[in-house]
């Protein structure tokens, strides 16, 4: 199958308003439906039941034991095992993903639902508000502002919330950076931690938008800082490899693939992009987003929001704004 999206019965657990998803699978919504009906939409009105645990030694099974320390997640709704964790595992429910949004879509600041789901049969959950304070970079560039918030049920990632930005002209994602606050561009909170929606919303400056704005700040200034050839080259190295040292021997496929990306892909002719540090930025992130090697688009997509992709574009802009200083 091409998409991770879950298939319940014949239907995607998918919910999307404005214009379908990558997958082109889910259910179209209103802009101003419901959380529950987002919930039912988006095949995220169960829970993840935490059940206790039994082995039986031996071959004849005749002796039951209780399993310490140790308990299933179970999707109430099909039965389904989602995986084995620590008993000091916190989960955080599905309604609890979509619930994060309440109070920013109530208080009128701009915020909406633009997209929820789940993935891999439920072992992970997410969902995607956009709003409606978006920018552009030098009058050409338009830059869409969202607020991503996914969890897991299977061990392998911590609740992810994270403030990001979609670059209309090519479709590519990229994270707020660090504004000069010190305010975080990412929270990653680990399942054995207690999920503080109020906390992690000051943490990211969402309602004070003094994160957003910093973001602004620092496109801007990235836009008029204009790159030399060689600090291009120099920029790549950094960012893919670290040093020129590391660079493969005899693989320069990705270095290449960057220069043409740079010199000629898509969003590099506006004024923005065209020769400067904002536009080294959007080379890596058209490279995560749409042109690295994957085995399908929902494996880039994955690595993109969560993975060493996410963590490739945060070195991109953290070098990007060393050239800029």
Known sequence: ?????????????????????????????????????WATAAGMNWTAQPCSLFYAPGTDHTQVNPVTNYKALVRSDTGTVLSVVSNKYREIQPRQVLEFYRSLIEANTGWRMETAGTLRGGKRVWALATNADNFKVTQDDQINRYLLLATSYDGMMATVVQPTTVRVVCANTLAQAVGSDGRKALMQIPHQAIFRP?????????????????????????????????????????????????????????????????????GQHTVSA?????GLVNTI???VDHERTSSSADSRLNAAWFGAGNRLKSRAVEAALKLAA
Request: glycine share 10%; charged share 25%.
């Open 1 to 37: 199958m091409a998409h991770e999206i879950t298939i319940l019965n014949g239907r995607a657990e998918t919910a999307w308003v404005a214009a379908p998803p990558w997958h082109g699978l889910g259910q179209q919504l209103p802009a101003d439906a419901s959380l529950d009906v």
């Open 198 to 266: 109020d906390l992690i919303k000051g943490e990211l400056g969402i309602e004070s938008n003094a994160a957003w704005e910093q973001f602004k700040a620092n496109a801007d200034r990235l836009a008029a800082r204009k790159v030399s050839r060689d600090e291009v080259a120099a920029f790549f190295i950094e960012v893919l490899y670290g040093d020129e040292d590391k660079v493969p021997a005899g693989n320069q496929r990705n270095l290449t693939l960057l220069g043409s990306l740079y010199e000629g892909g898509m």
């Open 274 to 278: 065209k020769g400067t540090a904002w």
């Open 285 to 287: 992130t058209r490279f």
